[in-house]
């Protein structure tokens, strides 16, 4: 018997939509020639040892392709902060950061098994790629300065040596499950540790509205543990890349930020929001080398500032 198939929501920044069958235990992503090579891409690093569901069917009526993959448990990362915490804003539960160390250091040992030499050509294409970079300064021109760009070229430079793999480029706790990672629709070549040593830092960069929050505390027990597992494969630990990290992770974030209606207050708060956490994270990292998210406003402090306050700059 067929599954049945219930929508479940439209995919991010690309054509198609998400389906689970009645039992949830399968769920089914549609959409175009994009589609087909996810599904390929994720075959080919589930047979690397990458944590990720296995493709259990692909197919195409020639206007759609579709693949179908297994339910990795009913809540993911994300999920179960979030109904921890109730709906009161505090921090998350320390269960749900073992989890994330643990999926996290099962995904950062097959990328650093796999892992191959830095280029620069690499580098860059992985900048322009990972950090949405034209449509960010498309939408910013102001943030495209000498400045900006010598901060770029110095993180790139901090990075020469420090190999590449495989990447999800938007990982994070939504799409983290305890047996393993969805959702790899923007993958490409980054800097290993890219994926996984940010996931608790990028909450702060939601401003509040995730619910929940990372301690001090549990970033650096998360921090630890990915660093013994990257210590077993490389030798060495890429958590003093954070703040080269957390920079292209300022750039994603500002990305597809700007409203089209720029009369929509609550939209160009969040714009101009996301315009001064990345003016933040480059003045941070131009004098430090590191980005302290937190040091970031919540959102709803944000937009209690005086206007003058509220608009980003460069």
Known sequence: MEDEWTFVKKRTAAEGAVWVNQDRSRYRRTGDRQ??????????????????????????????????????????????????????????????????AAVG????????????????????AWVKQAGWTVNVFGENPDLDTPRTRAVLETALDRLSHTPMCW????????????????DWQHHGLAPVGYDTYP??????????????????????????????????????????HLGEFLLI???FFLALMKPADLTNTDKVIKWNYRRTLF?????????????????????????????HCRTGGA
């Not at 990447?167 to 969805?182: K, S």
């Not at 995730?210 to 301690?215: E, H, P, V």
């Not at 004098?287 to 005086?306: K, N, S």
């Open 199 to 240: 996931a608790l830092e990028i909450i702060a960069f939601k401003g509040g509205t995730k619910g929940y929050y990372a301690t001090a505390a549990q970033r650096e027990r998360y921090t630890a543990a990915l660093d013994e597992a990257a210590c077993h494969v490389l030798g060495s630990r890429p958590s003093r």
């Open 105 to 124: 250091a099962r995904l950062l040992a097959a990328q650093a098994k796999h892992a191959e030499p830095a280029t620069r050509d690499a580098l860059n």
């Open 35 to 100: 589609l087909q090579s996810e599904a390929m891409f994720q075959q080919r690093i589930a047979a690397l040892g990458y944590p990720v569901p296995a493709v259990l069917e692909t197919g195409s009526d020639g206007a759609e392709f579709f693949f179908v993959e297994p339910s990795l448990g009913p809540a993911s990362l994300n999920d179960a902060a979030w109904n921890a915490v109730g709906g009161a804003y505090g921090p998350m539960p320390d269960e749900v950061v073992d989890e994330a």
């Open 249 to 251: 992770k300022a750039l």
């Open 279 to 307: 003016t933040m994270g480059v003045e941070q990292y131009e004098r430090t080398g590191r980005i302290d998210t937190a040091a970031f406003p919540t959102l709803d402090d944000f937009a209690a500032q005086p206007e």
């Open 167 to 182: 990447a999800h480029y938007d990982y994070g706790l939504p799409n983290a499950f305890p047996t393993g990672v969805i």
